[in-house]
């Protein structure tokens, strides 16, 4: 399960390879309980959760899903994109 | 259209999830399947920094959504053929009946209606969006925005 804030227990290296982020942006199309039950699909995630990214998705405009190495970023985001969601894979600066 | 938690698997073809509709939103929601697939595969953008992914995966990216969309309409092809494995005539209406693998794809299929019929309409706040002066087609995109978000609520009551 991606999180964010596991980083601290993954090897140096690895860490420098979860170079890419996983964001979800806001629409104002895709339904609020719909959003929370992708992510808790896609992520695995508990259901406060994956609301809580719903909620920061809805009222900051976007939401920092996962940090991730090049290829599961871009395995979560086809995901996400198959569900209908705005999501994209950005380079962590 | 509404989730019935509490219905007996065997009264609906053993499928566990079971809802209730009357005839008309059974037309309804067959009409509304009937569209599917409205977005187009342009829409999808692996990132917003054209250099932090390559041609290569933005085309693999619409490739896999391409070919998603054709296993739900061959999927959607066959719930139209069998459709009286799917719903059964209750006292009152009808009733539909889906495994959770098969709630997932219906769910996915109505929002590619309901993302792409937005899409279609030029991607407007909804709050805001004036209904009035609209096209045909235009109306009809409002309408199957509408009426897949409608199911697509009455499916989500299944799954929280």
Redesign the interface.
């Known amino acids: 399960m991606p999180d964010t804030e596991q980083e601290q227990r993954t090897d140096p290296k690895e860490q420098r390879d979860r170079g ?1 982020l996983v964001i979800c942006w806001n ?5 609020m ?2 959003v929370t ?1 992708v992510f808790q ?1 896609v992520f695995g995630w508990p259901k406060a959760k994956a609301e809580h990214h719903m909620l920061q998705v809805h009222n900051a405009g976007k939401s920092l899903l996962a940090r991730e190495t090049f290829e599961k970023a ?1 395995h979560y ?2 995901q996400l ?4 969601l705005h999501a ?4 962590d600066q | 259209m509404k989730f019935v938690p509490d219905a007996k698997a065997n009264d609906a073809g053993g499928a566990p999830l079971v809802f209730q509709m009357n005839q008309v939103e059974k037309a309804f929601l067959l009409a509304t399947l009937q569209l599917f697939p409205v977005l187009e595969d342009s829409h999808h953008h692996l990132s917003q920094d054209p250099g932090a992914t390559g041609p290569a995966d933005q085309r693999l990216l619409q490739q896999a959504m391409a070919r998603q969309r054709q296993q739900y309409r061959a999927k959607l092809d066959d719930f139209f053929r069998a459709q009286r494995r799917f719903f059964t005539n209750a006292q009152e209406g009808v009733q539909l009946a889906l495994t959770a693998e098969q709630l997932e794809w219906l769910l996915q299929i109505l929002n590619d209606i309901r993302v792409g019929s937005w899409v279609q309409l030029g991607c407007p706040e909804i709050d805001s969006f004036r209904r009035s002066g609209l096209t045909p087609a235009q109306t009809r995109a409002v309408a199957a925005m509408d009426m897949s978000g409608y199911f697509q609520a009455a499916l989500l009551e299944a799954v929280k």
Request: aromatic share 14%; hydrophobic share 25%; glycine share 10%.
């Open positions: 890419y629409d104002p199309v895709n339904l309980d719909y039950h699909v871009e985001v086809h994109q198959g569900y209908g994209t894979m950005e380079r």
